[in-house]
């Protein structure tokens, strides 16, 4: 429907571009004289980057009973992402991967963030973010879906009782690889 709808706004627009023309301001006119009898055009237009990322908006750690930590497992989506040839649509996360507990100032329980990349043909394989950058994802110029699986665990079991929180802070930037061919 929404094709549809811009399909019609688009084919109006034209329509009226066509009844009423706008003069070119830099226009070359050729007369019967003029020599030569030929000009050239510069025919140009622009492409923004574009992109559509789901990031989640809360995770809740689950018990792990047989090994005595907590995680949950969720998903960062890409779609629509169109970029400069060479480019990477880059999620960092930002976190001291400290989760406090209420009540208890001088503990912290530590977390660790991994990532792995979802596709057709392999799951990847885990990467962790805290000893990388904190590079979540690096996604490509794709009208496809594209996903990073985020694992996030504790590294031991906690303490207190409590309710364990932090903030994590998720960063999107365009970014440019050289092209490294030395011209």
Do not use: H, W
Not at 20 to 42: G, L, R, Y
């Amino acid at each position: 429907m929404k094709k549809r709808i811009t399909a019609i706004a688009l084919t109006l627009a034209l329509t009226a571009a066509m009844a009423f023309p706008i003069p070119a301001v830099n226009a070359t006119e050729i007369k019967e004289d003029s020599v030569p009898q030929s000009t050239e055009t510069q025919l140009s237009f622009q492409v923004a980057p574009t992109y559509s990322v789901t990031i989640p908006a809360e995770v809740k750690l689950s018990e792990n009973v047989f090994y005595d930590y907590y995680a949950q497992q969720d998903d960062i989506i890409a779609k629509d992402v169109k970029l400069p040839e060479g480019a990477t649509l880059n999620v960092t996360l930002v976190s001291d991967y400290k989760l406090e507990v209420e009540g208890a100032d001088d503990y912290a329980l530590s977390y660790i963030v991994q990532a792995s990349e979802i596709n057709e043909t392999t799951a990847g394989y885990p990467i962790d973010l805290t000893a990388q950058n904190n590079l979540a994802a690096a996604f490509v110029s794709s009208a496809d879906e594209q996903k990073v699986r985020l694992n996030f665990q504790t590294e031991d079991a906690p303490k207190y009782a409590g309710t364990y929180t932090d903030t994590v802070t998720f960063n999107i930037a365009i970014q440019q690889l050289s092209s490294g061919s030395g011209e």
